[in-house]
């Protein structure tokens, strides 16, 4: 059932041109910059499992099937954890349909916040790994200033600083 989803056709749909993305901080003011944007997915240990970059302007919530699909063909995984950027019944289905568990935080849009069972809060927490890779390749591994040209070259700068990064956290695993 889950092979009928792993079609890569939405990888070329993805826009990789440099152009400007923006988005609200936690203060509420907006952010912009130019360039790309490199979404990673992660597992438990902050490791990196599936990278992807695309323009700038392009939502989170476009890459979640494409990057799960990613996921799913490299490691055996039980949840699917995102923030509320990914609410969207589509990624719920798509992520069901690959046999996991979608804990995704509710978008209110307006309307109230609906709760994590216990349970489900408890595992939820583990989410902030993907937020720790992001953080560390930026101010560790070379991820915030980026000085090439073109998405073949961004990608591979910012892949040596992955490699590096993975290369650390499964050193600090076996330690």
């Known amino acids: 059932m889950v092979r009928a989803f792993c079609d890569f056709s939405r990888l070329a749909d993805l826009p990789t041109r ?21 979404h990673v997915d992660t597992i438990d240990g902050d490791i990196p499992i599936s990278p992807l ?3 700038a302007s392009v939502h989170d919530s ?21 923030d509320s950027a990914y609410d969207a019944p589509q ?12 804990l995704i935080d509710h978008n209110r849009r307006g309307g109230e916040k609906r709760p994590f069972a216990p349970a489900q809060a408890e595992r939820y927490k583990e989410r902030t ?13 070379g991820g915030r200033w980026v000085r090439v040209r ?4 961004v990608m591979c700068h910012l892949m040596f600083g992955l490699i590096a ?11």
């Not at 073109?150 to 070259?153: D, E, F, P």
């Open 165 to 175: 990064l993975t290369a650390a956290a499964l050193f600090a695993r076996r330690c």
């Open 129 to 141: 790994a993907s937020e720790r890779v992001n953080s560390l390749l930026k101010e560790r591994y």
């Open 150 to 153: 073109g998405a073949a070259k």
């Open 53 to 55: 970059l695309t323009s």
């Open 62 to 82: 476009q890459v979640a099937i494409p990057l799960a699909q990613m996921s799913a063909q490299r490691v055996i995984s039980l949840y699917d954890l995102m």
């Open 91 to 102: 990624i719920h289905d798509f992520s069901r349909a690959l046999g996991h568990v979608p």
């Open 18 to 38: 440099c152009d400007v993305g923006c988005k609200r901080n936690r203060q509420g003011h907006q952010e912009s910059w130019t360039g790309y944007k490199f």
